[in-house]
C-alpha cells in the first residue's frame, strides 16, 4: 500500500488530540507532509513534535497551493482543522488537485457551498471523488449497526440529549501546546471580516450577537453532528416546529423539536452546555413499535473511547432483554482517516461530501430561523435563513 501524503490545516485541539496522533499512528500508511497554521510559534512546536521540516511548514492554504504548483510540495490530501468556516479553502485545495477532509463546518452559507458545486461542473468533476466532512460519527461502528437496524422498524419518535461541559475539561488529558500570541491583529482582520460576511449573508447583519454565535457555534459547531448522524441514519430532519434558548449565561441550553424529512415522525434536540458538568455526554434515542436503539457517545476528543450501542427489545423467554453492544478497538477519526486514503486511491468510500453539507446547513438555517424567531427577531427576506 503506498503512503499517503498528507497536511494538516490548523494546529488546533483536533489537530493535536486527534489528527496528528492518529498519522503518526498509523505511519506506515500516511506521512505528515506539510503543516499549516497562522502561528509560526505553533507550526513549530507541531513540526518539532512529529518531524516536518522547516520548508514543509506554511502561514496559510495559499502557501502551500503555490509550494505545490511550484514543485516544491508532494502532497495527496489535506486535512482541513481551522476555526470557521472550511469552504473556500476547501474550494483552493481542490482546485490544486488535493483531496480533502474538512472538519465540520464546511461552510456557514449555501452561497459558499454554490461556489464548490460550480466549480465542480466547470472542471468537470464530482465532488464526491475529492471531498469529506469529518463527521466523525458516520465513521463509528456503533452508528453504522445502529443503521442496520433502524431499517427494519417504524419509528416513533427520534431523541438527541447532549451535556457539553467547559471545553477544557474535555481536554486535560491531551497536553495540548501553550496558547501562542505571535498572529497579528493585520493578519486576523480581513480573516473575522470575511467571516462576519458571509454570516451576514446567511442569517442577517442585524441579527443579536447572540443568535449569530448560536448559529455559528451552537448549530452549526456542534448540533451539525447530529443533524448529519440523523441523516445517515433516519433520513434527515424535517421542518423545525418550535425553539427554544435560555441559560444563565452564553451558550446555554437550546431545545428543538420537530418533524423527520421522511414523514411525521417527531425528534427532539436537547443541547446544554454546563460548565461545571461532570463529563461530556451525547445520547440518541429511537424509539420504535418493538422497543428502542440507543446510541450513547463519550468525548470525542479521546481517542478508542466506544460508543455504546444500547438496544431493548422484547424476548419470548427472557421478557425484556436490554443488550450493549461496544466496538473497543475501531476509532471513528481513524475510520474518517482511512476513507481520505481511499479517496486519493481513486475510490469512492461512504462519507458526507458537499451535497450532503447543503442539506445540514439548510437544516441549521431552519434551525436558527425559529431560535430567532423565539426571541422575537425576524429575519431580513433576502438572508439564505428566511428562504
Known amino acids: 500500500m503506498s503512503v499517503t501524503r498528507v497536511a494538516v490545516i490548523g ?15 498509523n505511519a506506515e500508511n500516511f506521512e505528515i507532509a506539510a503543516l499549516v497554521d497562522l502561528s509560526a510559534e505553533r ?21 502551500l ?32 488537485g488535493i483531496r480533502v477532509l474538512a472538519e465540520k463546518p464546511l461552510a456557514y452559507s ?10 465542480a461542473a466547470q472542471a468537470g468533476i464530482d465532488l464526491r471523488d475529492w471531498v469529506r466532512v469529518g463527521y466523525m460519527k458516520e465513521y463509528d461502528l456503533a452508528s453504522q449497526r445502529a443503521a442496520q437496524l433502524l431499517a427494519d422498524v417504524e419509528l416513533r419518535a427520534v431523541s438527541v440529549q447532549v451535556m457539553h461541559p467547559l471545553d477544557g475539561s474535555q481536554l486535560e488529558y491531551a497536553r495540548l501546546a501553550a496558547r501562542t ?21 446567511a442569517v442577517g447583519a442585524d441579527l443579536p450577537v447572540d443568535l449569530r454565535t448560536l448559529y455559528t457555534n451552537v448549530v452549526l459547531g456542534s448540533i451539525v453532528h447530529d443533524v448529519g448522524l440523523l441523516r445517515m441514519l433516519v433520513g434527515g430532519l424535517g421542518a423545525v416546529d418550535f425553539a427554544q434558548h435560555w441559560g444563565p449565561k ?3 441550553s437550546v431545545h428543538l423539536r420537530g418533524a423527520l424529512a421522511r414523514d411525521e ?13 461532570p463529563d461530556y455526554q451525547e445520547t440518541v434515542t429511537f424509539h420504535h413499535e418493538t422497543g428502542s436503539i440507543e446510541l450513547v457517545f463519550g468525548v470525542p476528543y479521546v481517542t478508542n473511547l466506544p460508543t455504546i450501542l444500547r438496544v431493548t427489545e422484547s424476548h419470548p423467554e427472557l421478557g425484556i432483554r436490554v443488550s450493549e453492544s461496544r466496538w473497543m478497538q475501531q476509532e471513528a477519526f481513524e475510520n474518517e482517516l482511512f476513507a481520505l ?27 436558527i430561523r425559529s431560535l430567532a424567531l423565539s426571541k422575537g427577531f425576524t429575519l431580513d427576506p433576502s438572508v439564505e435563513a428566511a428562504q
Open 11 to 25: 494546529l488546533g485541539a483536533i489537530s493535536q488530540s486527534v489528527h496528528l496522533p492518529l498519522l503518526r499512528r
Open 43 to 63: 507550526t513549530a512546536d507541531m513540526a518539532a513534535r512529529y518531524g516536518v521540516a522547516d520548508e514543509r511548514r506554511f502561514p496559510s492554504v495559499e502557501a
Open 65 to 96: 497551493v503555490a509550494a505545490k504548483h511550484e514543485g516544491a510540495l508532494e502532497i495527496d490530501a489535506a486535512i482541513l482543522a481551522t476555526t470557521g468556516s472550511h469552504a473556500g479553502d476547501t474550494l483552493r485545495l481542490v482546485q490544486a
Open 110 to 119: 449555501l452561497a459558499e457551498l454554490d461556489a464548490l458545486t460550480a466549480h
Open 181 to 201: 500570541d505571535d498572529v497579528s491583529r493585520d493578519t486576523l482582520a480581513p480573516l473575522i471580516e470575511a467571516t462576519a460576511a458571509i454570516v451576514d449573508s
Open 250 to 252: 452564553m451558550p446555554g
Open 265 to 277: 415522525t417527531p425528534w427532539t434536540v436537547d443541547w446544554h452546555y454546563i460548565d461545571g458538568y
Open 341 to 367: 486514503a481511499a479517496l486519493v486511491r481513486g475510490e469512492r468510500p461512504d462519507g458526507a461530501s458537499v451535497e450532503e453539507s447543503i442539506a445540514d446547513v439548510r437544516v441549521g438555517q431552519r434551525m
